[in-house]
């Protein structure tokens, strides 16, 4: 198994409409090509900023690069991607101004099998 960690720290007033994008437009997309969520949470670090993160399980590191392959490529889901960027400015906009930090990281194991 491969997992990941995808997280991000935004600025507090932001989370409601973040939640909308991952619930409505990320999620469905990731469960339609393959993807798994083992949960999605979100902590508060002070009044300004809140981080959210999930994460996610994949057969292998290699199923997991045909997934994201597979959603970069499907140009229904990039379209609804580019109309909810717009509808707050568009994407460069909201990196700038809300998305504080975005990292995907690997997850390893300590568990012995």
């Known amino acids: 198994m491969f997992y ?51 994460i996610w399980e994949y057969d292998s590191y290699d199923r997991y690069k045909e997934i994201e ?10 379209a609804r991607i580019k109309a909810w960027f717009e509808k707050y400015g568009g994407r460069s906009y909201v990196q700038k101004e809300y998305i504080l930090e975005m990292k995907n990281e690997p997850l390893y194991s300590t568990v012995e099998e």
């Open 4 to 54: 990941r960690r995808k997280s991000y720290i935004i600025k507090s007033g932001f989370v409601e409409d973040f939640n909308i994008l991952f619930n409505k437009i990320n999620l469905p997309n990731q469960l339609k090509h393959g993807a798994r969520l083992v949960g999605r949470w979100m902590k508060p670090i002070n009044d300004e900023t809140t981080e959210v993160f999930a």
């Open 69 to 78: 392959d597979n959603i970069r490529s499907d140009q229904d889901h990039l």
